[in-house]
């Protein structure tokens, strides 16, 4: 995952200064957390709902109107406190958010996508109007729409929002991320319209015939026959459903794009929920439902009184629908929002749409994305979770909705539970969701690649995996990057080194995430070089001076962390008398004073750190006996080893180069790789649980190296 370029982004919205004014004075009025509804108001101009989310323009305390929302609970019993979206009355200056005539005298015409956002058209105090897209309570992307007149939402979904302009003569198509810009934008003429998720469905000159445009691909993607005896005036698309009408008075039906079957039902001006529609009765006072789920348009039955009052088309001023699976809102005579039940089986929980970021980012990036942002919407207000696991298959995040109900949105800094910095490479994420109201679940995952976080063990690229060191007989030191499945990516070298000089793959002694290398020097001069994550060493390349007198050794290797304080220790053979010393890292990034952890430690003629091969999260230390058998010594986490354990009796004599190479095969697993006098190159996996697979060649030729490390 190290070269993946990483997708460049930017913010599509910008903080209004006069977001502020909408918190000023603006407390729960009778709306206190659960509160079952009624919700009491002290009036309401204008509604909508969508999502299990009320969004109604309300006084505050300081007796100025604002936009608020609101969570409704899936059964519709409950809501929470009111949540500020912007400030509803005209300004200083004039300006002001579009209002029309409603029987509570002006109401604000919203539109609430179902994922957090309200849109709504701004007024300028020269007259000029601008769609609005309230991405949040405190940004907003509105920047980049035209200035009209005459502006009406027609309909929205998620990110993506249709409206018409009567000055231009206009239909305007655009999408709205909060983490992301994508330039969809679609100017047409006039017609009946409709988009769910990424999909723009739009009525052709033919009778009954619409279409869907996949807005992200901008081609024809679907076209139907609705069997509407007229070119269609008004278009409602809630998942399968295809809601069409010839006008206000004209037919009505449905079309099932699941069955095929095209149904009508009354006419008038309607909104359309999941598996039915709500239609407003003016000569009867009453609100109406009419459940067409199962394909038959059931007889209309009444849910709520609702006064004819004197505005043709009340939708969204005083009564609305929920879309996404859920139920109805309306404003009653006595100023409340009373939410009902539509008692229609919703569909089971699925996605509309997704943004997704690139399949990789990261940590330390100065030109793309730190954080890895996506968002799902859903058909359906639904509790999730977000895992991230590692390559070990070990969950290392889980992030979770923060109320019920909530869309998905994900913010992941690659950071684990604990606030550590996951291991560099690549994880595997997965998203789950369960609806609500109970009816379903939702999963979806894929592999993500994060780059500069924490590097791995033995590792010199700046990834999870395990990299080779090499010394050959010209005074050339290469670095021999892992490619993450067994074998290596590319290599990169520096001359100049004397001849005796033993390398030491180390850890970040710093904070930069770049794995630090040790060299001991032929006049035992013992260096620490800074890590160059993936970068050539020379003699003379950035280091600090350990210390000298490290000749007296002839085994330095590094297992990890022996101690448990996070950073990388050193141990060390003494050539005459075999006995093995620990050395602890500083948080100086030097060495404690040496303790002997063992004696006479002369029978092995290869000794070198693993890492964690048992899976017990502590460091491990492997040697190979000069009869051919091969050793395990357990790290305690407390600088010392267990007794020895036998991985292999009789394991290979002819090997003259042993190395605990980290993660080579990306599996999690440190692995090793071996050398035989033929020069052949092998490595054995890991099987984390102290244990190794069968040898896999790798190479020929490497008798040329006089070193590995």
């Not at 109970?438 to 995996?465: I, N, P």
């Not at 001991?520 to 993936?534: A, H, Q, S, V």
């Amino acid at each position: 995952m190290r070269s993946r370029a990483v997708r460049r982004i930017r913010m599509s919205v910008v903080l209004a200064a006069a977001t502020s004014v909408s918190f000023t004075g603006l407390t729960a009025s009778g709306a206190a957390a659960d509160t079952p509804t009624p919700i009491a108001t002290s009036g309401v101009w204008g509604i909508d709902f969508a999502g299990g989310t009320l969004h109604t323009v309300e006084r505050g305390a300081n007796g100025d109107r604002f936009v608020v929302s609101r969570a409704v609970s899936a059964d519709g019993t409950s809501a929470s406190e009111r949540v500020g979206y912007g400030y509803a009355d005209p300004f200083a200056d004039g300006s002001h958010l579009e209002y029309v005539p409603c029987d509570a005298g002006t109401c604000v015409p919203m539109r609430n996508t179902g994922n957090g956002h309200m849109l709504s058209f701004f007024v300028s105090s020269t007259g000029a109007e601008r769609a609005e897209i309230r991405i949040g309570p405190s940004a907003l992307h509105w920047n980049e729409e035209p200035s009209v007149k005459g502006g009406r939402f027609v309909d929205a979904t998620g990110n993506f929002y249709v409206y018409n302009a009567t000055s231009t003569g206009k239909q305007y198509v655009d999408y709205s991320s909060p983490y992301r810009y994508t330039d969809l934008r679609m100017t047409r003429p006039i017609t009946a319209a409709s988009v769910w998720g990424a999909r723009l469905w739009t009525a052709n000159s033919a009778a009954g015939s619409v279409s869907a445009i996949d807005l992200k691909k901008k081609q024809v993607v679907e076209t139907v026959s609705v069997g509407a005896p007229c070119s269609v005036k008004e278009l409602q698309v809630v998942g399968r459903w295809v809601y069409w009408n010839c006008g206000p008075t004209g037919a009505a039906g449905v079309y099932d794009r699941t069955t095929k079957k095209k149904f009508t039902v009354p006419s008038g001006p309607a909104l359309v929920g999941d598996g039915y529609l709500v239609r407003h009765d003016r000569t009867a006072g009453k609100l109406l439902l009419t459940d067409f789920h199962t394909n038959t348009a059931a007889a209309p039955r009444e849910i709520a009184d609702l006064p004819a009052g004197n505005t043709a088309d009340q939708r969204r001023l005083t009564w609305s629908v929920d879309k996404f699976g859920g139920d109805i809102a309306y404003v009653g005579q006595d100023k409340a929002i009373h939410v009902v039940q539509s008692g229609v089986p919703a569909q089971g929980l699925f996605k509309i749409d997704s943004d997704l970021a690139e399949d990789s980012f990261d940590v330390k990036s100065t030109t793309g994305s730190q954080v890895w942002s996506s968002t799902w919407q859903l058909s359906k207000p639904a509790d999730w979770a977000f895992t991230v696991k590692d390559a070990a298959g070990r969950t290392v995040r889980t992030i979770r909705s923060e109320r019920p109900g909530t869309e998905p949105v994900v913010e992941w800094d690659g950071k684990t539970d604990a606030g550590q910095w996951v291991s560099s490479g690549t994880h595997h994420w997965t998203l789950t969701a369960t609806a609500a109201d109970g009816s379903g679940t939702y999963t979806t995952s894929d592999d993500l690649g994060v780059d500069g976080a924490q590097q791995g063990f033995h590792d010199q690229g700046g990834s999870a995996h395990g990299d080779l060191v090499t010394l050959n007989s010209s005074g050339t030191l290469t670095t021999h990057i892992a490619n993450g499945t067994g074998g290596f990516a590319y290599k990169t070298s520096g001359g100049g080194w004397p001849a005796g000089t033993l390398a030491v793959p180390f850890g970040d002694t710093g904070s930069d995430r770049c794995a630090e290398l040790l060299a001991r020097m032929p006049n035992g001069e013992l260096r620490r070089y800074t890590g160059k994550c993936g970068g050539a060493y020379q003699p003379g390349s950035s280091h600090a001076v350990i210390g000298s007198g490290w000749s007296q050794y002839d085994v330095l290797t590094s297992p990890g962390d022996l101690n448990g304080d996070g950073r990388a220790d050193l141990v060390a053979r003494q050539t005459t008398t075999g006995d093995m010393y620990f050395y602890a890292g500083t948080s100086a990034g030097k060495l404690a004073a040496r303790v002997r952890i063992g004696t006479d430690w002369k029978t092995y003629g290869r000794i070198t750190g693993v890492g964690d091969i048992t899976g017990d999260g502590k460091a491990d230390l492997i040697g190979h006996d000069r009869n051919g058998g091969l050793w395990r010594y357990d790290g305690l986490g407390n600088g010392t080893f267990a007794a020895r354990q036998q991985v292999f009796k009789d394991w290979g004599r002819a090997y003259n180069a042993l190395v605990g190479v980290g993660d080579l095969s990306g599996d999690g697993r440190p692995d090793i790789v071996v050398r035989n006098s033929y020069g052949e190159l092998y490595r054995n996996d890991g099987n984390g649980k102290g244990g190794f697979g069968a040898r896999v060649k790798l190479a020929t030729g490497w008798q040329a190296y006089k070193g590995m490390f």
